[in-house]
C-alpha cells in the first residue's frame, strides 16, 4: 500500500512573510495562512472563524513568496504536513504542525466588493432604473 502526505490550502496571508537563513545558505519564507471555518451559533445562525497554518517555503518557494507576497494576499499552497517534538521549559511535551510548502501560487489581493445590491441583475434591484425602449439599439 502506498501512502500520501498532501495538503492543500486556500487561504490569505496573516502577516508578510518572514526571511531566514538556514546555516548552509538556504533560504526559508515563513508565513502564517487563515482558512476560514464556518460554526453554528447555539442560536442558530452561522459564525466564521479563521483557522491559522504554519507555511515554510524554501529556496525557489521562499525567493518567490518574499518577493511577491504580502499581508492579506491570498495564497494557494501545496506542501506536506511535518511535525515537531520539543520539551518546554516547564518540562511539559509539545507537538506543532507545520505545512512544508512544494508550491506557492500567489493570487493577489481579494476585491472589496461592492454593496449586495450591486451585484444583482440590473432587472431585480429595486432602485434601477430601466432604459427606455426608444434608446434600446435593437
Do not use: C
Amino acid at each position: 500500500m502506498r501512502t500520501m502526505n498532501k495538503v492543500m490550502l486556500l487561504g490569505r496571508l496573516g502577516q508578510d512573510p518572514e526571511r531566514k537563513q538556514i546555516k548552509g545558505g538556504k533560504t526559508l519564507a515563513r508565513f502564517s495562512l487563515a482558512t476560514d471555518k464556518n460554526v453554528r451559533q447555539e442560536d442558530g445562525s452561522w459564525e466564521t472563524k479563521a483557522e491559522w497554518h504554519q507555511i515554510n517555503a524554501w529556496e525557489k518557494q521562499a525567493e518567490q513568496v518574499l518577493k511577491k507576497a504580502r499581508k492579506g494576499d491570498a495564497v494557494a499552497v501545496v506542501g506536506r504536513l511535518q511535525y515537531h517534538k520539543w520539551e518546554d521549559p516547564d518540562g511539559r511535551k509539545r507537538r506543532t504542525s507545520t505545512v512544508v510548502a512544494e508550491t506557492v501560487s500567489i493570487l493577489g489581493r481579494p476585491q472589496i466588493s461592492e454593496p449586495a445590491n450591486a451585484e444583482m441583475p440590473l432587472a431585480a434591484r429595486k432602485d434601477a432604473a430601466l432604459p427606455e425602449v426608444a434608446s434600446i439599439p435593437f
